[in-house]
C-alpha cells in the first residue's frame, strides 16, 4: 500500500482544524498546547457554534491563542480569565464562553476568581492546561508542580515542608455545586486525543443545556520548563504526573464520581 | 419623565445608570460607597432593564468581569473606594492598553493604607498620572454635587466609546454620602444586541458572524507595534484635551486671587470666596471638572491677573503641583488642606488664603512650596 493511500481524509485522526489560522505555532515542538487548541477548535466547528463562540485567552504560553484560533477572542489579565468569562456569559447568555488557562494562570494567581466562578456557576467551559510548571515565564515552580520535582525556584526539588504540596485544583472545584463536569485529561497520544475530544465536545455540549461550568483539566507536558525532549517528558509525565494527577472523570452531570 | 428626588450621591450614581442604559455593574462592597451595589441590588435592575449587577469576590474579579464585558461592546462599570481602587488597577491599565470603554468610580476615602472611612481627596495622583502600570491617561471627571453625580454616569460613557478608554469618575466620600436634590433623566432603553453588534462589530468580540474574527488584547511582543499602540493613545489624550476639557469658573472676571479646588473642595471653597468677598477680597474660583484633560491654559491666562493662587484639597498637596506646572511659577501657589478625613470649612480656607497668599503673596516672585498643612 502506497502511503498515499493511507492519507486519505477518511483515515485522517489528526488534522489542522479549520478554525485553526495559518500563523505558525509558537509552542516548543512536541508541547500539548497545541493539540488542546486543535481540538478546542474541532469541537467549535463540529458543533457549528463559531459564530456564537467568545474565547478568553489567559496569561502564560498560550496568551498568543488568539493568534492560533480563528475566533473571537478576548486576552484576559493574569488569572483573571474566569471573571472576564463571567461577564461575558452573564451580558451573552446565549454564547459559548470559554476561557483557556495554565496551571500558574488557573490555580495560583487566579485561584479566587477560579473557586468564585465555578461556585457561581457560570455557563462556561473552562480548559485547563496543567504542566506543572511555569512555562512562559522559563521554567518556575507552579501550584501543581510535582514533590521533589526541580524547577527554577525550587532548583533543590519542590520541598513539601516548606513549599506545600501540589494543588488538586480540579478535585476542589469539583465539591462545588456550579460545577457540572470536572475531568481530567490528557493530549500526548491518539487515544487520549480521542477521548479529550469527547470532553470538550460534552463540555460545549453543556453550555448549550446552561448546566454551568464544565471543567476541563489537560495534564500535558512542558518539555522546555522540564528540560527533557519531547518524548522523554511524555514517558516523565505518564510515570509521574498520571500519578499524582490520575486522568479520568471527576464529576460527570453534577454527580462526583 | 425626569424626576426630582432627594437622594444621597452614591444612589443618585446607581439610579442615573440604571436610567443611562447601562448593560452592566460588577462591584464588591467597600465604605463609603457600598450604598451604589446595594441599591443596584433593590432597583431589581435585571427587570427593570435587563441590566446584569453582579457582587464580585473581589474589585480583582470586579474589574476585570468591566474589561469581559467590555470587550463585546457592552456599557460596563464598577465602583469602589481607595483601597479597592489600588486593587483594580493592574485591570484599568488592561482597559486602557486593549482600547476598551468601560466606567469606574472612585468614591475617595482617606489613606493610605486602610486608613479612614472618612472622605478625602488624596488618590488624586493616582488618577491623574496614571495609577497602573504603562503610559497611560484616564479621562478624570469630578462630581462637586449629587446631580453631578449622576449627570456624570452618562457623560463617562459618551467618553468612554468616543474613545474606547475607560473614564474614572473621581467623587469622594463626601459627595457620595450626602443628600441632595437631584433631578433624574428618563430612562432609556440598553442597546440591543443587533445593534450593538453594527454599531461595534468593528471591534467588539461577539462571535465572528459576517466579517472577520475581532480580538482584544494589549500585547504587542513586537517593539514597534507596542510604540504604535502607545502612539494611538496619547493621540486619544490629546484629544480630550482640545475638544473634551471641561471647568467652571466662579467670580474670576475681577479675581485679585483665585483658589483652585475640585470636587467637595470646591464646594466648601465657593463658601469660602462669598466669605472672602463679603470682607472685600476679591477671589475668584476655578473648578476643573476633568482633572485629565486640566484647564492648563486657563490657570495660565489667570496667572497673568491674580496675585496669588491657593490650590485647596482633601490631601497633603497633590493637585498643587499640576496647578504650579500650568502657571509656570509666574505667581505664587501655595496648598491648603486637611487630611485623615477632616474636612476644611470656609473660614479655615480664608484664613488660609490670607495668611499664606494674601499677608506673603503680593510679590510676584517665585515661591518655593513650604509646608501648607495646618
Ligand atoms: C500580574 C502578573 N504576574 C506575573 C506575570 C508573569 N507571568 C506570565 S506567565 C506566568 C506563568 C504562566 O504559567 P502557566 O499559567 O502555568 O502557563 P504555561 O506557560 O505553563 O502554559 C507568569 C508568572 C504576569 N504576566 N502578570
Ligand atoms: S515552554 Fe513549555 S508550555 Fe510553553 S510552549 Fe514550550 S513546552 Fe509548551
Ligand atoms: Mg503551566
Redesign the pocket.
Known amino acids: 500500500m502506497d502511503i498515499l493511500d493511507i492519507i486519505k481524509p477518511e483515515n485522517q485522526v489528526f488534522c489542522k482544524s479549520r478554525l485553526m489560522t495559518d500563523a505558525t505555532l509558537?509552542?516548543?515542538p512536541?508541547?500539548?498546547?497545541g493539540t488542546a487548541h486543535n481540538l478546542t477548535m474541532e469541537v467549535i466547528d463540529e458543533m457549528g457554534i463559531v459564530e456564537d463562540t467568545i474565547g478568553v485567552a489567559p496569561v502564560?504560553?498560550?496568551v498568543l491563542a488568539y493568534d492560533f484560533m480563528n475566533i473571537d477572542m478576548t486576552q484576559a489579565a493574569h488569572g483573571r480569565a474566569p471573571a472576564v468569562a463571567t461577564a461575558i456569559a452573564r451580558t451573552w447568555p446565549e454564547k459559548y464562553v470559554f476561557t483557556y488557562q495554565?496551571d500558574g494562570d488557573l490555580a495560583a494567581i487566579g485561584t479566587a476568581e477560579t473557586i468564585h466562578t465555578c461556585n457561581r456557576g457560570e455557563n462556561i467551559v473552562i480548559i485547563f492546561?496543567n504542566?506543572g510548571?511555569y512555562?512562559?515565564t522559563?521554567?518556575q515552580m507552579a501550584p501543581t508542580t510535582l514533590a521533589g520535582m526541580r524547577s527554577s525556584t525550587s532548583p533543590y526539588g519542590r520541598e513539601i515542608e516548606t513549599m506545600g504540596s501540589p494543588l488538586k485544583i480540579t478535585e476542589l472545584v469539583a465539591n462545588l455545586p456550579g460545577v457540572y463536569y470536572a475531568t481530567r485529561q490528557a493530549v500526548h497520544t491518539h487515544k487520549h486525543v480521542r477521548k479529550t475530544k469527547k470532553a470538550i465536545r460534552k463540555a460545549f455540549e453543556n453550555i448549550r443545556l446552561k448546566k454551568g461550568v464544565s471543567f476541563i483539566e489537560i495534564v500535558?507536558?512542558?518539555?522546555?520548563?522540564?528540560k527533557m525532549n519531547p518524548v522523554e517528558?511524555n514517558a516523565w509525565m505518564e510515570e509521574n504526573m498520571f500519578a499524582y494527577f490520575p486522568l479520568g472523570d471527576i464529576k460527570v452531570n453534577g454527580k462526583l464520581k | 419623565m425626569s424626576e426630582l428626588k432627594l437622594m444621597k450621591g452614591n444612589e443618585a450614581l446607581a439610579e442615573a445608570a440604571i436610567r443611562a442604559g447601562v448593560d452592566a455593574y460588577f462591584g464588591y462592597p467597600i465604605t463609603p460607597q457600598s450604598e451604589v451595589i446595594e441599591y443596584l441590588m433593590s432597583q431589581r435592575p435585571e427587570k427593570r432593564t435587563g441590566m446584569v449587577v453582579l457582587q464580585a469576590e473581589s474589585e480583582l474579579a470586579a474589574i476585570n468581569m468591566v474589561y469581559g464585558a467590555a470587550s463585546t461592546g457592552k456599557k460596563a462599570m464598577t465602583s469602589s473606594s481607595s483601597p479597592g481602587i489600588s486593587l483594580k488597577l493592574e485591570g484599568i491599565s488592561y482597559l486602557a492598553g486593549a482600547e476598551l470603554p468601560a466606567v469606574i468610580v472612585n468614591v475617595v476615602r482617606g489613606g493610605p493604607g486602610l486608613g479612614t472611612i472618612q472622605p478625602s481627596q488624596a488618590d488624586y495622583f493616582q488618577s491623574v498620572k496614571g495609577g497602573g502600570h504603562g503610559d497611560y491617561k484616564l479621562y478624570v471627571l469630578a462630581p462637586s454635587s449629587v446631580q453631578e453625580m449622576a449627570d456624570f454616569v452618562e457623560d463617562a460613557f459618551d467618553i468612554a466609546f468616543k474613545y474606547r478608554a475607560p473614564v474614572l469618575i473621581l467623587s469622594d466620600g463626601l459627595i457620595g454620602q450626602m443628600m441632595e436634590k437631584v433631578t433624574l433623566k428618563d430612562q432609556k432603553e440598553r442597546m440591543s444586541n443587533e445593534e450593538l453588534i453594527k454599531k461595534y462589530g468593528n471591534w467588539a468580540v461577539t462571535g465572528k458572524k459576517d466579517r472577520e474574527r475581532n480580538i482584544i488584547t494589549s500585547l504587542d511582543l513586537q517593539s514597534e507595534k507596542m510604540e504604535a499602540r502607545v502612539h494611538r493613545l496619547l493621540k486619544k489624550y490629546q484629544q480630550m484635551e482640545k475638544e473634551d476639557l471641561r471647568f467652571e469658573k466662579i467670580h474670576c472676571e475681577d479675581a485679585e486671587y483665585l483658589i483652585v479646588a475640585y470636587g467637595s473642595s470646591a464646594r466648601i471653597s465657593q463658601k469660602a470666596v462669598e466669605l472672602a468677598r463679603a470682607k472685600g477680597i476679591k477671589v475668584g474660583l476655578l473648578r476643573p471638572i476633568t482633572l485629565f484633560p486640566f484647564p492648563k491654559q486657563q490657570l495660565l491666562d489667570l496667572a497673568a491677573q491674580v496675585k496669588g493662587i491657593l490650590s485647596v484639597e482633601l490631601n497633603a498637596g497633590q493637585m498643587v503641583e499640576d496647578v504650579q506646572l500650568a502657571v509656570q511659577h509666574k505667581v505664587p501657589v501655595l496648598h491648603f488642606g486637611r487630611t485623615g478625613g477632616i474636612i476644611h470649612t470656609p473660614e479655615e480656607i480664608l484664613e488660609a488664603l490670607e495668611q499664606k497668599i494674601i499677608k506673603n503673596g503680593h510679590t510676584r516672585h517665585h515661591k518655593t512650596r513650604e509646608s501648607s498643612l495646618l
Do not use: K, R
Not at chain 1, 512536541?30 to 498546547?33: A, D, E, L, P
Not at chain 1, 500535558?220 to 522540564?226: H, T
Open positions: 509558537s509552542y516548543c512536541g508541547c500539548g498546547h502564560g504560553c498560550s495554565g492546561v504542566n510548571i512555562g512562559m522559563g521554567g500535558s507536558n512542558c518539555n522546555s520548563g522540564w517528558s
